[in-house]
T-cell receptor
Framework: AQKVTQAQTEISVVEKEDVTLDCVYE???????LFWYKQPPSGELVFLIR??????QNEISGRYSWNFQKSTSSFNFTITASQVVDSAVYFC????????????FGKGTRLSVIA | GAGVSQSPSNKVTEKGKDVELRCDPI?????LYWYRQSLGQGLEFLIY????????KSGLPSDRFSAERTGGSVSTLTIQRTQQEDSAVYLC??????????????FGPGTRLTVT
């Protein structure tokens, strides 16, 4: 069975601080995909990144960076110099590469950035 | 281009009534998914359509839930004899590739269903 765990339910930081959101996953598949989505107060889920299991290179996009560690089954997300607009619920998700499997989501981490 | 659209945005219904929720995927997307987001349960998969293949209904919580997709485009999720525990936000997503496993899913704004 596949499982995604986001142990941090809520995080609160002061603007300009760096913050890391943790994601740990479980799967028996050798090939799989990992995703991060952002859900701002408006409610719509916004795709942030996709990473396949063959590619362990870390990725940086502006203030966002992702650290994929296959050895520890983790796919952590760091926001550098956080801003109030980063306040949202962030979901980590996993998808198998075999068959028509849906996304398996973690419970989400609610990030509040305080001015 | 236009994203995934859903209607209605909000629906309040009385317990025992049937409801229909509509999803319009991104044009050209062959895969369509329904998820449910409720307090304490996170995001749960309900059903998945891929092209003309039989849908994957493994996430539907009971036989009161059904969905169809007409002409490979618009989808309708139907909940019969609604119960209070059906109250949630119902999210639709679509994806572009026949090999949809690795493709990102684009989500609609959701329909907030409240059963009184």
């Amino acid at each position: 069975a596949q499982k995604v765990t986001q142990a941090q339910t809520e995080i609160s930081v002061v603007e300009k601080e760096d913050v890391t959101l943790d994601c740990v996953y479980e799967t028996r598949d050798t090939t799989y995909y990992l995703f991060w989505y952002k859900q701002p107060p408006s409610g719509e889920l916004v795709f942030l990144i996709r990473r396949n299991s063959f590619d362990e290179q870390n990725e940086i996009s502006g203030r966002y960076s992702w650290n994929f560690q296959k050895s520890t089954s983790s796919f952590n997300f760091t926001i550098t110099a956080s801003q109030v607009v980063d306040s949202a619920v962030y979901f980590c998700a996993l998808r198998s590469n075999s068959g028509n499997t849906p996304l398996v989501f973690g419970k989400g981490t609610r990030l509040s950035v305080i001015a | 281009g236009a994203g995934v659209s859903q209607s209605p945005s909000n629906k309040v219904t009385e317990k025992g009534k049937d409801v229909e929720l509509r999803c319009d995927p991104i044009s050209g997307h062959t895969a369509l998914y329904w998820y449910r987001q409720s307090l304490g349960q996170g995001l749960e998969f309900l059903i998945y359509f891929q092209g003309n293949s039989a849908p994957d209904k493994s996430g539907l919580p009971s036989d009161r839930f059904s969905a169809e997709r007409t002409g490979g485009s618009v989808s309708t999720l139907t909940i019969q004899r609604t119960q209070q525990e059906d109250s949630a936000v119902y999210l639709c997503a679509s994806s572009s590739s026949p090999g949809a496993q690795g493709r990102e899913q684009y989500f609609g704004p959701g329909t907030r269903l409240t059963v009184t």
